[in-house]
């Protein structure tokens, strides 16, 4: 028996998806919409609150405040609920009502941001920056903890833990690693456990077509389907260091992965979850792996939040 939702979040399972991708190599994946918040960003949460907590700038019963597409929103109202934070999120109105409807559902209060020059279910960085400063600003007002995720260097901490798991459950180094990159927290924290196991590892970060900042492309497609990824900007944060090379997948490819993750694999997830596999699939066909190569990535959310 558990004590607490917190021992709820990590220690996914690693699934090997067979059916929509039957070579060469294989793709397995950290199945993060089992989380109870639905998604990975519950990990980050988690890290994030608990450290503060532990060196006194979140302090009981203080209000966390914070700027979300949805996900990182779900899981800091799981995290919020079983350490008795009241919880406020701010969110771009562009972002799936469903991710709102689940913030709510766990006590969050959500105040949607008008977007600035995004349209419903394409939200850009301009969107994301409106919402944040929104969220700074309650913060401030409430005397509240603003999470500020992107400069959160705990969520980097929390994946070298997911990492360490795909080593665990894979039985050693894999060959390739591939995710979406946001905050860049699960892309650089995964990649520095694996590369640490074997530093041969070929990690790739995914990026919409058009948003490809981090290949140092212009952006010129600023709108896509991807939500929480893929702002056209790099992340605070970010070590380049962990990234070997970078891939891009469009709006139709993405749609296409998603119909074929749920109806071949009976997996039902997300746009950025669908954008990992198929760049895991390209990586995979590029001939840079070997053909019994196996590329690890992230099923980062449930399609019910879109």
């Not at 949460?45 to 009981?60: E, F, K, Q, V, Y």
């Not at 105040?111 to 919402?131: I, K, N, R, Y």
């Not at 929480?228 to 992965?257: F, K, N, R």
């Amino acid at each position: 028996m558990i004590s607490s939702t917190l021992d709820l979040i990590g220690k996914t399972p690693l699934i090997a998806l067979t059916r929509v991708h039957d070579g060469p190599g294989r793709i397995v994946a950290k199945a993060e919409f089992l989380q109870p918040g639905g998604s990975v960003k519950d990990r980050a949460a988690r890290a994030i609150l608990l450290a503060a907590r532990a060196d006194g700038r979140l302090t009981p019963g203080m209000p966390v405040v914070e700027m979300t597409s949805g996900n990182m929103g779900a899981g800091l109202a799981v995290v919020c609920a079983a350490l008795g934070h009241p919880f406020i999120a701010t969110m771009s109105a562009g972002n799936s009502p469903a991710r709102a409807k689940m913030m709510e559902g766990l006590g969050a209060r959500v105040v949607l941001v008008p977007q600035v020059d995004g349209s419903e279910g394409q939200v850009t960085g301009a969107d994301v920056a409106a919402a944040a400063a929104e969220a700074a600003r309650i913060a401030r007002d409430e005397r509240g903890f603003y999470v500020d995720q992107f400069n959160a260097v705990e969520g980097i901490g929390a994946h070298e833990a997911t990492g360490a798991e795909i080593l665990a459950q894979h039985g050693g180094p894999v060959d390739g690693w591939v995710a979406a990159v946001g905050t860049g927290c699960t892309f650089m924290g995964v990649a520095r456990a694996l590369k640490a196991a074997s530093p041969a590892t070929l990690c790739a970060a995914v990026e919409p077509q058009g948003s490809e900042p981090l290949a140092g492309k212009p952006v010129s497609k600023p709108r896509h389907i991807l939500q929480g990824t893929g702002y056209g900007l790099v992340p605070p944060h970010w070590d380049p260091a962990l990234m070997d090379l970078g891939l891009s997948v469009s709006d139709a490819e993405v749609a296409d992965w998603q119909r074929r993750l749920a109806t071949m694999e009976g997996l039902y997830v997300g746009y950025s979850a669908a954008a990992n596999v198929c760049a895991a699939a390209k990586l995979l066909a590029s001939g840079r792996l070997a053909a019994e190569a196996t590329v690890a990535t992230v099923l980062c959310d449930t399609g019910l939040k879109y």
